[in-house]
């Protein structure tokens, strides 16, 4: 399995934090995909990625931990799972976001490799980092 993680601290309380990540739509579209749907407990995301277009069905999932996770239902890897989980500090929140994947090498083939991944997934999750500290940024109690 592969593995990208990527923390940050945000100036703003976990219970604020969670309640901008519950708006799923506004969050993935943060990552920058270029098509988010959100029906129910169902994620469909579609990003074009160097000459390749990747589509993803995803489900939440409950994990004891995560103020947030999902994993593939269908798409191109063997498996995935994100999760996102919050700790209060004095500052406000460190915020860390960890994905872990197989790549299906007959579904991917040469057009992608683990490292092209790797790069994209943690400029998404930059990309959802930023927009919570521009939605939240400053609002520690």
């Known amino acids: 399995m592969n593995s990208v993680s990527v923390s940050r601290e ?4 976990p219970d604020a934090i969670r309640e901008r990540m519950d708006d799923l739509g506004a969050f993935m579209r943060a ?12 994620i469909d995301l579609e990003n074009g990625v160097g000459i390749a277009t ?5 489900e939440l999932v409950e994990e ?29 929140t460190e915020v860390t976001a960890e994905t872990e994947f197989a790549i299906d090498v007959a579904l991917v083939g040469k057009l992608l490799d683990s490292t092209v991944i790797e790069r994209q997934r943690r400029r998404e999750l930059e990309q959802q980092f930023d927009w919570l500290e521009r939605e939240l940024g400053g609002q520690t109690e």
Do not use: K, N
């Open 10 to 13: 945000i100036e703003a309380p």
């Open 31 to 42: 990552a920058g995909f270029d098509e988010v749907v959100v029906e129910g407990d169902r």
């Open 54 to 58: 990747i589509e993803l069905s995803l």
């Open 64 to 92: 004891p931990d995560a103020a947030l996770a999902y994993r593939q239902r269908e798409g191109i890897f063997e498996e995935m799972v994100t999760r996102y989980t919050l700790e209060e500090t004095d500052a406000g």
